[in-house]
């Protein structure tokens, strides 16, 4: 098994460059506006580069910060974009590295996942995929030490989306991360108005199509246990890249969601 999954995107969708990143992360979370609030359980973010959806990213990662003394898990989703896959793919490797250190994988967590079904490995549905490396530098600012589960979500439905999150559910220690982006290269109002309108099928925990959000299926697995689990989703900030760096005529939609446990379960 290789030891370490190299950073793949550093240098593009963020900085190569360790200082540097860590600048623009506490700038990000310094610019993101505070939303006060109880940890979530679960949280939906952005993952195109820094410059188009940090930004909105940061605004979910500000509110994670707050759980930086009990958060040692971190269940990792997002969509598969270069390697087709069946199910979802574990990377075969022992850590994720990026500029800013290294982050083992939770080997006890993927152990307890081997006789699913849906649950497969595929180092090369990892090689060069960002909408997982991007979240690391951000978890790794807000957070202490923690342990990862990173799944490349392939061709799955929901439920065998939340069949593998409800195996790692855990309690206030483990936090789910799903990756994803809404609309993409529409035109800033239209693009708006659909974004709008997935945002609120989200906040009504009802599915999305993979029109609506690129990380549809790890979206819909997430959606699913938080209505078995009485989640209550909270919408962060909606944007989408003519709002930050891009061009308006073709955008890419973002928002970022916190989901909460009910009172009774938060320890």
Partial sequence: ???????????TFYPGNAAKLAYDLDHLLAQAQPTPGPVPKAVIVPHAGY???????????????AGRDRIRRVVLLGPAHRVPVRGLA??????????????PIDEKAVASLRDLPQVVESAPAHAWEHSLEVQLPFLQKVLDDFTLVPLV???????????????????????????????HYLPYELARRIDMETAKRILALSSVTH????GGTPVNG??????????????LDLRNSGDTAGDPDHVVGYAAFAFLEPESHVH
């Fill in 1 to 11: 098994m290789p030891a370490v999954r190299p950073a793949a995107v550093a240098g």
């Fill in 51 to 65: 410059i188009y959806s940090g930004p909105i990213a940061a605004s979910a990662y500000q509110r994670i910060a």
């Fill in 90 to 103: 574990l990377p075969g490797v022992e850590a994720f590295a990026t500029p800013l250190g290294i982050v």
């Fill in 153 to 183: 979500v392939g061709d799955a439905t929901a439920e065998e989306v939340a069949k593998v999150l409800e195996r790692l559910w855990g309690g206030s220690e483990t936090l789910i991360v799903i990756s994803s982006d809404l609309s």
């Fill in 211 to 214: 029109e609506q959000a690129c």
């Fill in 222 to 235: 997430l959606l699913l246990a938080a209505r078995r689990r009485g989640l209550r989703p909270e919408l």
